[in-house]
């Protein structure tokens, strides 16, 4: 029997207060160690906005509405052999309630960052997060 490889949908909760986004720095591969939104896998039976709610309250303890989707990017993990990993991330706008954010779950620390502190880091963010956050605090949403 031939297995089949589908990729696997996921929410990022972008949550803005001020003219910061909340970060986490992610606790397990893919991207351990670096600065990401929180997120993770949509359950089966939930909408993608109750699955980026749940996963930042889960992951820093944050209290947030979920707004309209941003986008949607693909994160392939692959070399010449073989794909380790596909996940589509659809990036829901959340809007903050409560909490400054309390690492917990698959986060190590939580930030509040400016697109600013997020480019004085890039070494340590995730792909694709410093043009992310640009686009949720409208700013420009020109790739650099």
Same mark, same amino acid.
């Given at each position: 029997? %031939?297995?089949? !490889?589908?990729?696997?949908?996921?929410?990022?909760? $972008?949550? %803005?207060?001020?003219?910061?986004?909340?970060?986490?720095?992610?606790?397990?591969?893919?991207?351990?160690?670096?600065?990401? &939104?929180?997120?993770?896998?949509?359950?089966?039976?939930?909408?993608?906005?109750?699955? =980026?709610?749940?996963?930042?309250?889960?992951?820093?303890?944050?209290?947030?509405? =979920?707004?309209?989707?941003?986008? /949607?990017?693909? $994160?392939?993990? /692959?070399?010449?052999? =073989?794909? !380790? !990993? !596909? &996940?589509?991330?659809? =990036?829901?706008?959340?809007?903050?309630?409560s909490g400054?954010?309390?690492?917990?779950?698959d986060a190590?620390?939580?930030?509040? &960052? %400016?697109?600013?502190?997020?480019?004085?880091?890039?070494?340590?963010?995730? /792909?694709? $997060?410093?043009?992310?956050?640009?686009?949720?605090?409208?700013?420009?949403?020109?790739? /650099?």
């Open positions: 029997m %031939t297995s089949v !490889h589908i990729p696997r949908p996921a929410a990022l909760s $972008v949550v %803005t207060r001020d003219d910061r986004v909340l970060l986490v720095r992610r606790r397990h591969p893919p991207d351990a160690g670096l600065w990401g &939104f929180p997120g993770g896998r949509i359950e089966w039976g939930e909408r993608i906005e109750q699955a =980026a709610v749940r996963e930042l309250r889960e992951e820093t303890g944050v209290a947030a509405t =979920a707004g309209e989707v941003l986008t /949607a990017l693909n $994160v392939i993990d /692959a070399n010449r052999q =073989a794909i !380790h !990993h !596909h &996940f589509v991330l659809i =990036a829901v706008r959340c809007h903050w309630q400054d954010g309390i690492a917990d779950d190590s620390e939580t930030g509040w &960052f %400016t697109p600013a502190d997020i480019a004085a880091v890039e070494d340590e963010v995730s /792909a694709d $997060v410093e043009w992310l956050a640009r686009l949720a605090l409208h700013q420009s949403d020109a790739r /650099a």
